[in-house]
């Protein structure tokens, strides 16, 4: 049954939180510092960050505030395009500014040119005990292959990526459980701007259940079992969106929710990201 404790087993034998707080676009400081406390509060143990959020050094407060064990909180960040070249580098910098000694795991954040190379230092950095479990994010199933064959190792333990019910990802989910790559749903509620919980057939299922859209849909992918980090700095929704556990979508309700797929990525997609115009990307700046 799950619930909130509930975790993956990770093909290197870590156990994953199914649920945790994304803090992309959550400002530095302490809006961040306190998103992160309050979510550990509402027993939350999974927090993720990345360093071109530029909020890292806010997470790491925010831990501390919360005067938990370090082992008792999973911590995931990722690697930028600006140290492709040096992961030790990146990973480095990131401990110094989160206050930590090691992260639970280190994702490579997109397929850049580069990213095998990059990879293969993450198998290092990994050996040695810098980060429990690494992994990528806005991965296709060929950027695997890609992986093998410039002489990884590892399987990655994670692929992160966008995933709600109008992009449900079933083709990669399927290769991701046969491959014992865990999936990870980055905008599990539908991405800024392009919410799904105004769905007519998503307000039916959470008004049976006396429960909201953003529930419902959060539902669906853990009991997919696909991990989500929903992301809000609002103390409010962050506890509702971990309710998650009083209530289990039937096969026919999953059914429903599955036939939302329209294959519709709103992020950028990874077969192209290289050509996406430099004034787009956002450029990391020292955190306060």
Known sequence: MLSINS?????????????????????????????????????????????IYCN?????????????????VFVTTKLWRTDYDSPRRGLTESLARLGLDYVDLYLLHWPFVG??????????????????????????????????AAGATVMPQVNQTECHPANAENV?????????????????????????????????IAAHYKVSAAQVILRWNLQRGVIVIPKSV???RILTNSQLYDFELT????????????????????????ARPPELWPTPVPED
Request: charged content about 30%; proline content about 3%; glycine content about 10%.
């Open 7 to 51: 975790t993956v087993e990770l093909n290197n034998g870590v156990q994953m939180p199914l649920l945790g707080l994304g803090v992309f676009r959550s400002k530095s400081g302490e809006e961040t510092r306190a998103a992160v406390r309050t979510a550990l509060e509402y027993g939350y143990r999974h927090i993720d960050t990345a360093r």
């Open 56 to 72: 890292e050094k806010s997470v790491g407060r925010g831990i501390k505030d919360s005067g938990l064990k370090r082992e008792e």
């Open 115 to 148: 990213f095998e190379r990059a990879y293969l230092e993450l198998e290092q950095l990994q050996r040695e005990g810098l980060c429990r479990a690494i992994g990528v994010s806005n991965f296709k199933i060929h950027h695997f292959a890609m992986l093998k």
């Open 172 to 204: 990669l989910l399927g290769w991701s459980q046969a491959h014992q790559v865990a999936l990870e749903a980055y905008s599990p509620l539908g991405g800024q701007g392009n919410l799904l919980i105004n769905d007519p057939r998503i307000l039916s």
């Open 234 to 236: 609002h103390a409010a």
């Open 251 to 274: 096969p026919e309700e999953m059914s429903a929710l599955g036939e939302l797929d329209k294959h519709e990525r709103r992020a950028w997609d990874p077969d192209r990201i290289e």
